[in-house]
């Protein structure tokens, strides 16, 4: 049975809250609200487009975890918070190393630099259940 998809109400709420609750939790920092949001439009876009796989179909489940997750990381500065804020870093200056011109001789390294970072991220969501992306 194919996926069925919300309806678009229900996503955009989902989106909306997801970004007041990421901006809460990395407390509206300049570099950090920025690499949030565009994490946040680009997930949006590219599930909307092609959800065929099964991590990027809606999960009310999963929002609503990851919302209470980015919730406790808005209340204090513990694990959470930290959590969020390094997240917010590394997609800051991944972004940041992508708009910069590559020599040859590094090209692959940087091309495979985040690898396991990505792979930790998926086995947080995994353990979790949480949407992190």
Excluded at 6 to 29: D, F, G, K, V
Excluded at 40 to 48: G, H, I, K, Q, Y
Aim: aromatic fraction near 8%.
């Amino acid at each position: 049975m194919p996926p069925t998809h919300p309806p678009p109400t229900e996503l955009l709420h989902a989106y909306r809250h997801l970004l007041q609750h990421a901006l809460r939790a990395c407390r509206y920092a300049k570099p950090a609200r920025f690499a949030l949001r565009d994490r946040l439009r680009n997930a949006f876009r590219s599930s909307s487009s092609s959800s065929s796989s099964s991590s990027e179909v809606y999960n009310p489940d999963r929002i609503q975890r990851t919302l209470d997750f980015l919730a406790s990381a808005a209340e204090s500065k513990g694990l959470e918070y930290r959590v969020v804020k390094n997240l917010a870093h590394v997609w800051w200056e991944r972004e940041k190393l992508g708009r910069m011109p590559m020599r040859a001789d590094i090209h692959e390294f940087r091309r495979h630099a985040h690898d396991e970072f990505d792979r930790t991220i998926g086995r947080l969501n995994e353990s979790m259940g949480l949407c992190i992306k």
